[in-house]
């Protein structure tokens, strides 16, 4: 299986898929779907006393391959706008004289299934499974097909890299591998393939699954602004009439600050600085509601769901105890949780520090998260 390197396509933007998680962000207890493939296929890979794919390379998406990178030793190669595209990108890092492709979607494939395909090895330059086809075949104006001349063909193919290579830079337009190198006239080997290996596109297939881990995950913030006098001040969301606001790049709520990187570090997802550079001129006096919203949406899509948070206001002004429940309801309504599931605490330092001498505020935060495939 030295000869054999394994590419799983996990760049797809899920945009059939109905629900807030991407599919390759999926949970299968703790791990996302790509992962879970990816070790189920590494399995797969070793049969017949082999020691499994010399490589495994996932196509990843853009945005997230310093994401997948930074959580896994595979290799990880961004993939591109396209299926066709992202698979180039990915045959770059291969090699060995065979590749075997498939989407992390297909994750619920058999092993049979797989090392069947592999045990073909060399036949053709791609061996793929393939169904035949059950139901009636027509085309749009009703007219028959032959359905003896058809089959429905799934992943994983298996080809020889240099026969892949050139086909995807000679044409585009397929959707497979198997299709794409007989139409540059290269030979395929059709072998069976099952029922069960269905992709998980409209989410049917999902109870096959493990349910997503219910670990609590926890995690901190810290932010400080110093005042700035004359700037509205928002803390929590809630506009405090009469107060000096924060000296920031944004509007200076150092609460929703501290809250961000606390739901941030429960998901592993980085920091503020990260998502939202104080560099950049887009986020110059951003709401910070607005920050919370989006990293909310994006935790959504790698599989996460706030459950909780308890902020603490460290300032000797402006007086917090009016604004409270404001504050309260204002989080809570942001983070799409019940108000029981927020905290607010106000504190004084006792005249310490830079908050003692009332130079600006400083908050902390902790966030509760958990996995959710919603
Ligand atoms: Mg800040």
């Known amino acids: 299986m030295r000869d054999i390197s394994l590419i799983l396509m996990a760049a797809g933007d899920s945009t059939r898929f109905g629900r807030k998680v991407k599919k390759q962000w999926l949970r299968v207890g703790e791990k996302p779907l790509w992962e879970f493939a990816a070790d189920r296929f590494y399995e797969f890979g070793k049969f017949d006393g082999s020691d499994g794919f010399a490589q495994v390379i996932i196509a990843a998406a853009p945005a997230e391959t310093a994401l997948i990178a930074s959580l896994t030793d595979y290799t990880v190669i961004s993939g591109g706008a396209t299926r066709a595209e992202s698979l180039a990108n990915a045959l770059c890092a291969v090699k060995t004289e065979f590749v075997l492709v498939s989407d992390a979607a297909r994750a619920l494939i058999s092993r049979e299934l797989v090392q069947r395909v592999i045990a073909h090895k060399g036949q053709a330059d791609c061996v793929a499974p393939a169904l035949a086809s059950v139901d009636t075949l027509a085309d749009r104006r009703g007219a028959v097909i032959n359905r003896e001349n058809t089959v429905r063909v799934q992943t994983p193919q298996l080809s020889r890299t240099a026969v892949l290579r050139s086909a995807l830079a000679a044409k585009s337009g397929f959707s497979d591998e198997s299709t794409l190198i007989a139409a540059c006239n290269g030979s395929v080997l059709y072998v069976a393939g ?66 961000i990187d606390a739901i ?14 104080d560099h950049d001129p887009h986020f110059k006096n951003a709401d910070s509601a607005e920050l919370l919203r989006t990293v909310i949406s994006h935790i959504n899509r790698f599989g996460f769901a706030v459950v909780s948070a308890d902020i603490t206001i460290m300032a000797e002004k402006p007086r917090l105890e009016p604004h409270k429940i404001a504050m309260r309801k204002e989080v809570a309504r942001l983070l799409g949780v019940r108000c ?15 908050v003692g001498r009332k130079e600006g505020a400083a908050v902390s935060a902790i966030a509760a998260v958990r996995y959710c495939n919603d």
Do not use: M
Not at 267 to 275: H, P, T
Not at 340 to 354: D, P, Q, S, W
């Open 194 to 259: 099952e029922d069960g290996a269905a992709k998980l596109t409209f989410g049917g297939e999902l109870e096959a699954l493990e349910p997503p881990s219910q670990t609590p995950l926890i995690g901190y913030g810290f932010d400080a602004h110093a005042f700035e006098a004359g700037k509205p001040c928002v803390l929590c969301g809630v506009k405090i009439d009469g107060a000096d606001g924060f000296k920031a790049h944004s509007d200076g709520d150092a609460a929703l600050h501290a809250l």
């Open 264 to 277: 941030l570090g429960a998901c592993g997802l980085g920091d503020i600085g990260q998502w939202f550079p």
């Open 340 to 354: 029981e599931r927020v905290n607010i605490k106000a504190t004084t330092t006792e005249k310490l520090g830079f």
